[in-house]
């Protein structure tokens, strides 16, 4: 198939971007998305012009590295699904395609479709674990766990931290993302020890990181590429205000 | 006399870690202050080592190029991790750990270093627990297990598919928490690109801070390599895009001696290659050989459809071959039964190299009891098949879904599709009982070394592996080293070493983009990737294999004649980025093909054509062959080979055998 | 792990508590009013509404509320404005192509158009009403009549419909997303949540509009 992309175009974090339109022919539908930009950097490369630079590593839909805004939505239209999943199949013959950055003051554009998501990682340094340094733990099976509470740990863990969720959100709000730490880590007896100080600690840095605020859309439950649940946020919201009722 | 001290401490098997751990000299807490370490790579290995490093008190300084330590590829992992914990009353223990793990690994690596291994897997599940990592539990809220890999004991923990990221998360918290201490200094997007070495001892690394492109110069005591494994030499694999040798590699040649470089395991169950813009293969769980069957029709070049072929056409080659273990049988023989079949002609799909992996029979096994559970009466055959369908798609329904959405194909209507690919690499830098390589200060942790697998690894082990050596070995083993180091004060960054290491750095940077040739470095990573497969791959023989050294050279010359590399050195470049990579793996590949030549008998992932019994199985040679294969390097294309005597006291060797 | 530099009130979530409480604040208070106001459906030319009404004028504990009910308006309304610029700081580079009809309600995103044009309705209506019965003293002689004179003016009627409107799709996200603020979510009864917000936030908005509409068509006589 022959496809028309837009894409976004930006030197560098200081310098201003703009769409740019690459024609790209001869795409097969068994083609992954990232393999479709692959050829677009080929055919670039080949004329001596620069390839687009986009984030992407494991291709599997697990590191959370790969982050395009594909036509309006986070990892393009298919949900349930990065953008390294994202096969050209989903796409017609003749279609025109606009391809943007993540967008969000706490992302900054590092060139083209790339981003800095440090932010996500200075708001796990602020509370995201649980304090036990290595040899000091009991046995593994002295703790154990309702399997509804470990289950439902597990799923608000399978977070990638790809940022869909911010890229997505009307008011680029972290909230799933850390909600999810914050929910994971308060459902498991181990980490109730800290959780008053953990959710707290977590929300002051999202705060400064300068994402926006919920305001319960759902969009960024659609678009979680792992299925991350709006009940996070609420569970969030609650360990947050009994922390600062209690303390 | 050999130049390689394996350290391993007196004593029998079970005392040796527990004596090394008790009279191992130690640091003073507040000499741990003033001692500094690098860490390369934040995998289960850097992730877990750069943490526990920091608790005991030392600085830290941790390097990673993606854009965060939670990247790393260890997330990958789907199966689970090893531990003889014995949960299951099933008759696990330490030596039973060890036992399976010396004879999957096809008696090649080191028996006191995997009765360590053995020993702290233990203390991993227990520390990734009480971290919080959510592993599967059972209703009584105690851990679940399976079986993995063959064995006959429950000994893997698991978190669904996902195993590898929860721990990956688990020990990336423990980083995270320290980098807030500020024990850690984490410099995401940087990569390392030099060891600098100042008197003989590991004294720090060149970096490239890759959005900038600035280079950087960084001083440590000792140097941690944590970077993975080098699956990617050729080309598709089922390692992240990124994944590199370029910090072994850059060790390599500044001492560290290379273990068994051609020690690659290929694993069986991967979504086959669908055409040339291939980037990379996709894993699909080992779990789903309990229930596939494989197969591929009798008559060559078959183009029916799969569900056209009548059953007395298809050769189920494995239940043919090993009727005792079926389409069970360890990774290596069931990707070389793979290629054989497919080599011969009788591969399906469009490219003919892949074989069928079949449920229709699980469907109806599993149906027909569903229908006994739920009390159906003179079920037709449909609705067998549909409720046999629901128990196969409760087991395994998200790699179900996975390969729909790779291949475009529902394999609930049709059989998978399924090919071998390069999955994990054994070999890596050669290190002693402390996981120091033969540079004094530099050390090798989790797959960038050598020392655990032997010839082959085990499903749920490369997890257990990477965790032991950062948690519990190397905060042990460092003390040993560190202890004679706390008089050294920090060297300055611009001293000569430093200088000179960061000016081979810069030329060899110059270098790449003065080249502006005509074809991209994908063109040759593409190349590389063929004749390692084509030639190193899951067969080997003399004659490829001289092949493969000649036509590497030349393709390596090619490219130093005609890589093009655009844009600039001083900016976000990952086309740069690349060449770095692939110029190195010109070499290891080399390398690769030297070893696998010297190494005349077939072991777990080396199959040699030459060492195989009538019926084709591969053939060990312990006689002359137990040894580890410990590569020098001495200028480009020029390696001298060390041997390693194994020595078995415990465990002695016998033919594998699966029929 | 200390937070006090980050008070309660001046965090993300805090602002997000005072939105939703103030929201469930007013949300009881439309009840009230739609109670008080449904009585002129009795059809008895205002005599219970009149009755109603003095009642709400005069009882003191009622008066009191109507201070603390500004209050509330006044805070959500500052509160949606502290809240709307952060967001819009959030993102300082826009995109050229969004499509949030994909995974949200439309008017989940446009919650403070909505607010603001509920905001105007309001203003007006207490221009109409309340200025009245309080300050500058009824026209009429009850609020009754009062309402029949203002819901004469076809353009009255049609603003008023127009806010209900407004105040409808307010609600339809509002009343459930204060629950989520709130830390309300549970399997079982979130659903239930959901239903009786959406049932509030059709029935109300649909009285209320009935009260201009029918006296405007004259079926209140």
Same mark, same amino acid.
């Given at each position: 198939?022959?496809?028309?992309?837009?894409?976004?175009?930006?030197?560098? @974090?200081?310098?201003?971007?703009?769409?740019?339109?690459?024609?790209?022919?001869?795409?097969?539908?068994?083609?992954?998305?990232?393999?479709?930009?692959?050829?677009?950097?080929?055919?670039?490369?080949?004329?001596?012009?620069?390839?687009?630079?986009?984030?992407?590593?494991?291709?599997?839909?697990?590191?959370?590295?790969?982050?395009?805004?594909?036509?309006?939505?986070?990892?393009?239209?298919?949900?349930?699904?990065?953008?390294?999943?994202?096969?050209?199949?989903?796409?017609?013959?003749?279609?025109?395609?606009?391809?943007?950055?993540?967008?969000?003051?706490?992302?900054?554009?590092?060139?083209?479709?790339?981003?800095?998501?440090?932010?996500?990682?200075?708001?796990?340094?602020?509370?995201?674990?649980?304090?036990?340094?290595?040899?000091? %733990?009991?046995?593994?099976?002295?703790?154990?766990?309702?399997?509804?509470?470990?289950?439902? @740990?597990?799923? %608000?863990?399978?977070?990638?931290?790809?940022?869909?969720?911010?890229?997505?959100?009307?008011?680029?709000?972290?909230?799933?993302?850390?909600?999810?730490?914050?929910?994971?880590? %308060?459902?498991?007896?181990?980490?109730?020890?800290?959780?008053?100080?953990?959710?707290?600690?977590?929300?002051?840095?999202?705060?400064?990181?300068?994402?926006?605020?919920?305001?319960?859309?759902?969009?960024?439950?659609?678009?979680?590429?792992?299925?991350?649940?709006?009940?996070?946020?609420?569970?969030?919201?609650?360990?947050?205000?009994?922390?600062?009722?209690?303390? | 006399?050999?130049?390689? =001290?394996?350290?391993?401490?007196?004593?029998?098997?079970?005392?040796?870690?527990?004596?090394?751990?008790?009279?191992?000299?130690?640091?003073?807490?507040?000499?741990?202050?003033?001692?500094?370490?690098?860490?390369?790579?934040?995998?289960?290995?850097?992730?877990?080592?750069?943490?526990?490093?920091?608790?005991?008190?030392?600085?830290?300084?941790?390097?990673?190029?993606?854009?965060?330590?939670?990247?790393?590829?260890?997330?990958?992992?789907?199966?689970?991790?090893?531990?003889?914990?014995?949960?299951?009353?099933?008759?696990?223990?330490?030596?039973?750990?060890?036992?399976?793990?010396?004879?999957?690994?096809?008696? !090649?690596?080191?028996?006191?270093?995997?009765?360590?291994?053995?020993?702290?897997?233990?203390?991993?599940?227990?520390?990734?627990?009480?971290?919080?990592?959510?592993?599967?539990?059972?209703?009584?809220?105690?851990?679940?297990?399976?079986?993995?890999?063959?064995?006959?004991?429950?000994?893997?923990?698991?978190?669904?598919?996902?195993?590898?990221?929860?721990?990956?998360?688990?020990?990336?918290?423990?980083?995270? !928490?320290?980098?807030?201490?500020?024990?850690?200094?984490?410099?995401?997007?940087?990569?390392?690109?030099?060891?600098?070495?100042?008197?003989?001892?590991?004294?720090?690394?060149?970096?490239?801070?890759?959005?900038?492109?600035?280079?950087?110069?960084?001083?440590?005591?000792?140097?941690?390599?944590?970077?993975?494994?080098?699956? &990617?030499?050729?080309?598709?694999?089922?390692?992240?895009?990124?994944?590199?040798?370029?910090?072994?590699?850059?060790?390599?040649?500044?001492?560290?001696?290379?273990?068994?470089?051609?020690?690659?395991?290929?694993?069986?169950?991967?979504?086959?290659?669908?055409?040339?813009?291939?980037?990379?293969?996709?894993?699909?769980?080992?779990?789903? +050989?309990?229930?596939? +069957?494989?197969?591929?029709?009798?008559?060559?070049?078959?183009?029916?459809?799969?569900?056209?072929?009548?059953? *007395?056409?298809?050769?189920?080659?494995?239940?043919?071959?090993?009727?005792?273990?079926?389409?069970?049988?360890?990774?290596?023989?069931?990707?070389?039964?793979?290629?054989?079949?497919?080599?011969?002609?009788?591969?399906?799909?469009?490219?003919?190299?892949?074989?069928?992996?079949?449920?229709?029979?699980?469907?109806?096994?599993?149906?027909?009891?569903?229908?006994?559970?739920?009390?159906?009466? &003179?079920?037709?055959?449909?609705?067998?098949?549909?409720?046999?369908?629901?128990?196969?798609?409760?087991?395994?329904?998200?790699?179900?879904?996975?390969?729909?959405?790779?291949?475009?194909?529902?394999?609930?209507?049709?059989?998978?599709?399924?090919?071998?690919?390069?999955?994990?690499?054994?070999?890596?830098?050669?290190?002693?009982?402390?996981?120091?390589?033969?540079?004094?200060?530099?050390?090798?942790?989790?797959?960038?070394?050598?020392?655990?697998?032997?010839?082959?690894?085990?499903?749920?082990?490369?997890?257990?592996?990477?965790?032991?050596?950062?948690?519990?070995?190397?905060?042990?083993?460092?003390?040993?080293?560190?202890?004679?180091?706390?008089?050294?004060?920090?060297?300055?960054?611009?001293?000569?070493?430093?200088?000179?290491?960061?000016? +081979?750095?810069?030329?060899?940077? &110059?270098?790449?983009?003065?080249?502006?040739?005509?074809?991209?470095?994908?063109?040759?990573?593409?190349?590389?990737?063929?004749?390692?497969? =084509?030639?190193?791959?899951?067969?080997?023989?003399?004659?490829?294999?001289?092949?493969?050294?000649?036509?590497?050279?030349?393709?390596?010359?090619?490219?130093?004649?005609?890589?093009?590399?655009?844009?600039?050195?001083?900016?976000?470049?990952?086309?740069?980025?690349?060449?770095?990579?692939?110029?190195?793996?010109? *070499?290891?590949?080399?390398?690769?093909?030297?070893?696998?030549?010297?190494?005349?008998?077939?072991?777990?992932?080396?199959?040699?054509?030459?060492?195989?019994?009538?019926?084709? *199985?591969?053939?060990?040679? =312990?006689?002359?062959?137990?040894?580890?294969?410990?590569?020098?390097?001495?200028?480009?294309?020029?390696?001298?080979?060390?041997?390693?005597?194994?020595?078995? =006291?415990?465990?002695?060797?016998?033919?594998?055998?699966?029929? | 792990?200390?937070?006090?530099?980050?008070?309660?009130?001046?965090?993300?979530?805090?602002?997000?508590?005072?939105?939703?409480?103030?929201?469930?604040?007013?949300?009881?208070?439309?009840?009230?009013?739609?109670?008080?106001?449904?009585?002129?459906?009795?059809?008895?030319?205002?005599?219970?509404?009149?009755?109603?009404?003095?009642?709400?004028?005069?009882?003191?504990?009622?008066?009191?509320?109507?201070?603390?009910?500004?209050?509330?308006?006044?805070?959500?309304?500052?509160?949606?404005?502290?809240?709307?610029?952060?967001?819009?700081?959030?993102?300082?580079?826009?995109?050229?192509?969004?499509?949030?009809?994909?995974?949200?309600?439309?008017?989940?995103?446009?919650?403070?158009?909505?607010?603001?044009?509920?905001?105007?309705?309001?203003?007006?209506?207490?221009?109409?009403?309340?200025?009245?019965?309080?300050?500058?003293?009824?026209?009429?002689? $009850?609020?009754?009549?009062?309402?029949?004179?203002?819901?004469?003016?076809?353009?009255?009627?049609?603003?008023?419909?127009?806010?209900?409107?407004?105040?409808?799709?307010?609600?339809?996200?509002?009343?459930?997303? $204060?629950?989520?603020?709130?830390?309300?979510?549970?399997?079982?009864?979130?659903?239930?949540?959901?239903?009786?917000?959406?049932?509030?936030?059709?029935?109300?908005?649909?009285?209320?509009?009935?009260?201009?509409?029918?006296?405007?068509?004259?079926?209140?006589?």
């Amino acid at each position: 198939m022959n496809l028309t992309l837009k894409v976004w175009r930006q030197k560098n @974090a200081k310098e201003a971007g703009n769409l740019m339109t690459y024609p790209v022919k001869d795409i097969s539908e068994d083609m992954s998305f990232l393999e479709m930009f692959d050829v677009l950097n080929e055919q670039l490369i080949s004329k001596g012009d620069e390839p687009i630079a986009f984030d992407h590593d494991c291709r599997e839909g697990i590191c959370g590295m790969c982050s395009m805004f594909i036509n309006g939505r986070p990892h393009g239209p298919k949900e349930g699904i990065t953008t390294c999943q994202l096969h050209m199949r989903s796409f017609k013959d003749g279609d025109t395609i606009v391809v943007e950055p993540w967008r969000s003051k706490a992302f900054p554009v590092v060139k083209d479709l790339v981003v800095d998501r440090s932010s996500f990682d200075r708001i796990i340094a602020a509370g995201g674990f649980i304090s036990v340094n290595a040899g000091n %733990a009991q046995d593994a099976n002295n703790i154990p766990i309702p399997k509804p509470d470990a289950d439902k @740990a597990f799923e %608000a863990a399978a977070c990638i931290g790809c940022g869909a969720c911010v890229a997505t959100c009307k008011n680029s709000s972290a909230m799933l993302f850390v909600s999810a730490k914050v929910s994971q880590l %308060a459902l498991l007896p181990q980490g109730k020890i800290e959780a008053t100080a953990r959710v707290q600690e977590m929300v002051a840095q999202m705060d400064k990181e300068g994402f926006g605020n919920c305001s319960n859309t759902g969009a960024c439950e659609i678009e979680c590429p792992k299925g991350i649940s709006l009940e996070n946020i609420a569970r969030m919201n609650r360990e947050f205000f009994v922390a600062n009722l209690t303390e | 006399m050999s130049k390689l =001290d394996s350290k391993i401490p007196e004593g029998t098997l079970e005392e040796k870690w527990m004596k090394f751990r008790s009279t191992v000299p130690l640091v003073n807490p507040s000499n741990k202050r003033s001692i500094e370490i690098v860490i390369v790579g934040s995998g289960l290995a850097g992730a877990s080592a750069a943490s526990t490093l920091a608790e005991l008190g030392y600085k830290v300084k941790c390097f990673c190029f993606q854009d965060s330590p939670r990247r790393a590829h260890s997330i990958a992992a789907q199966g689970g991790i090893n531990a003889a914990k014995n949960y299951q009353n099933d008759g696990d223990s330490t030596f039973r750990l060890f036992y399976d793990t010396v004879k999957g690994g096809d008696y !090649r690596s080191r028996e006191a270093n995997v009765y360590r291994l053995a020993e702290v897997s233990s203390n991993i599940i227990d520390q990734c627990v009480a971290q919080g990592v959510p592993l599967a539990r059972e209703y009584g809220g105690l851990l679940s297990n399976r079986s993995f890999g063959g064995t006959q004991v429950q000994r893997t923990f698991y978190a669904a598919g996902q195993t590898g990221q929860q721990l990956l998360l688990g020990a990336y918290s423990a980083l995270e !928490r320290q980098i807030g201490l500020g024990n850690v200094t984490m410099y995401s997007r940087h990569e390392m690109l030099e060891v600098v070495t100042i008197e003989g001892k590991a004294r720090g690394i060149i970096a490239r801070d890759l959005i900038s492109g600035k280079l950087e110069r960084h001083f440590g005591h000792a140097v941690l390599i944590c970077s993975g494994g080098y699956g &990617n030499v050729f080309y598709l694999s089922t390692n992240a895009m990124g994944s590199n040798a370029t910090a072994a590699w850059k060790a390599h040649k500044q001492g560290a001696f290379f273990g068994n470089p051609c020690f690659t395991q290929i694993h069986p169950t991967c979504i086959p290659v669908s055409g040339d813009h291939q980037s990379k293969l996709t894993l699909m769980s080992e779990s789903l +050989r309990n229930d596939g +069957r494989i197969w591929v029709p009798k008559k060559k070049d078959d183009t029916r459809k799969a569900v056209d072929i009548p059953e *007395e056409e298809r050769d189920y080659y494995l239940e043919r071959r090993y009727p005792a273990f079926g389409n069970l049988v360890p990774r290596d023989v069931a990707s070389r039964a793979a290629k054989e079949r497919c080599d011969a002609g009788y591969g399906v799909g469009k490219s003919k190299m892949a074989v069928f992996l079949d449920f229709a029979a699980a469907f109806e096994r599993y149906g027909k009891q569903q229908v006994l559970v739920l009390g159906i009466d &003179n079920p037709s055959a449909a609705e067998i098949r549909k409720h046999g369908m629901d128990v196969v798609k409760e087991k395994y329904g998200n790699l179900f879904d996975m390969y729909k959405q790779i291949t475009g194909e529902n394999p609930y209507e049709m059989p998978m599709r399924i090919y071998p690919a390069v999955h994990y690499t054994m070999g890596g830098l050669w290190v002693d009982y402390n996981l120091m390589t033969t540079v004094p200060g530099l050390y090798a942790l989790g797959e960038a070394n050598f020392s655990d697998h032997g010839a082959n690894r085990l499903g749920a082990s490369a997890l257990m592996q990477g965790l032991a050596d950062g948690y519990f070995v190397i905060p042990y083993t460092i003390g040993s080293y560190l202890s004679n180091e706390i008089r050294v004060k920090p060297i300055s960054t611009d001293s000569e070493p430093f200088v000179a290491a960061e000016k +081979r750095v810069q030329e060899t940077i &110059n270098k790449l983009f003065a080249i502006k040739g005509k074809h991209s470095v994908d063109h040759f990573h593409k190349k590389l990737g063929k004749i390692m497969w =084509d030639k190193c791959g899951m067969a080997r023989n003399e004659k490829g294999l001289t092949e493969a050294i000649s036509e590497i050279r030349a393709l390596r010359e090619e490219f130093w004649k005609d890589v093009r590399v655009t844009g600039d050195a001083n900016e976000f470049n990952p086309e740069l980025e690349k060449a770095g990579r692939v110029a190195d793996f010109l *070499e290891l590949g080399e390398l690769m093909c030297m070893d696998a030549l010297q190494r005349k008998e077939s072991c777990g992932g080396h199959f040699r054509e030459e060492s195989q019994t009538e019926d084709g *199985e591969a053939k060990r040679d =312990d006689d002359k062959f137990a040894f580890v294969a410990a590569w020098e390097y001495k200028n480009q294309g020029s390696f001298e080979l060390h041997k390693e005597e194994l020595v078995f =006291d415990i465990v002695h060797p016998t033919q594998r055998s699966y029929k | 792990m200390s937070n006090n530099s980050h008070p309660f009130l001046k965090s993300s979530l805090g602002r997000k508590l005072l939105m939703g409480i103030t929201g469930l604040f007013l949300i009881t208070f439309l009840i009230v009013h739609c109670g008080v106001n449904a009585c002129i459906f009795f059809n008895d030319g205002g005599v219970k509404f009149n009755a109603a009404a003095e009642f709400m004028g005069t009882n003191i504990f009622i008066r009191a509320m109507e201070f603390v009910l500004f209050g509330g308006i006044i805070l959500h309304i500052f509160q949606a404005l502290l809240l709307t610029l952060k967001n819009n700081k959030s993102r300082p580079v826009k995109y050229t192509m969004t499509s949030g009809n994909s995974n949200s309600k439309w008017y989940s995103r446009w919650m403070g158009l909505l607010g603001t044009l509920i905001l105007m309705f309001l203003i007006i209506h207490l221009r109409h009403f309340w200025v009245e019965t309080r300050f500058t003293g009824l026209e009429q002689p $009850s609020l009754f009549l009062e309402m029949k004179a203002t819901f004469s003016q076809l353009w009255v009627v049609l603003v008023y419909c127009a806010g209900m409107f407004s105040l409808s799709y307010h609600l339809l996200h509002g009343f459930a997303s $204060s629950f989520q603020t709130l830390g309300w979510n549970h399997p079982k009864y979130t659903p239930i949540v959901k239903m009786t917000g959406f049932v509030f936030s059709i029935v109300v908005p649909l009285i209320f509009a009935l009260m201009p509409i029918s006296m405007y068509a004259g079926w209140i006589k």
